[in-house]
């Protein structure tokens, strides 16, 4: 059996959609924690919810999903670029790869992407719309049920 295929018979890990949430909430309050910022509820916070699709764009129907969550940050834009350097710092101290990170001080903008490889989650910290806003996004890997039987392909 190759490689791709036990991966693809390997067994996802388990999680409650509610359990998911509530992580996903605790860890963007952490990442705000670390930037020492304060979550806001305006704009109020997003969840989605999505069927993996595996790759050969199957989708299996016991269950499995990722969930992305967004919480944002009100702030100064001319702090964009400092907030999200610590935030950087502080995700690197605790085992985030950061997988990019831009800044564009003629605009304040700053754009940091991370990946926890050991629990394949990943993150986004970055400046958006309304102007002032920091987005503090988590996404999840996938997950299945606990109650789910999984399917294999």
Not at 6 to 13: A, E, G, H, R, S
Not at 95 to 123: M, Q, S
Request: proline share 7%.
């Amino acid at each position: 059996m190759s490689q791709q295929a036990d991966d693809i018979n390997k067994p996802l890990p388990r999680k409650s959609r509610a359990e998911s949430l509530a992580w996903a909430k605790e860890y963007t309050t952490a990442m705000a924690h670390y930037a020492e910022v304060k979550i806001t509820d305006d704009p109020a916070p997003r969840e989605h919810f999505q069927d993996c699709v595996g790759q050969n764009d199957e989708v299996p129907e016991d269950g499995r999903y990722t969930l992305t969550y967004a919480a944002y940050v009100k702030l100064g834009e001319d702090q964009h670029i400092a907030t999200v350097r610590k935030l950087r710092k502080a995700l690197e101290a605790h085992g985030v790869r950061i997988t990019g990170h831009t800044e564009r001080p003629k605009t304040t903008e700053a754009i940091l992407y991370g990946k926890n490889d050991k629990e394949g989650y990943f993150i986004i910290a970055d400046s958006v719309n309304p102007p002032g806003t920091i987005r503090l996004s988590v996404s999840t890997p996938c997950f299945l049920p606990p109650e789910a039987k999984q399917q294999h392909f």
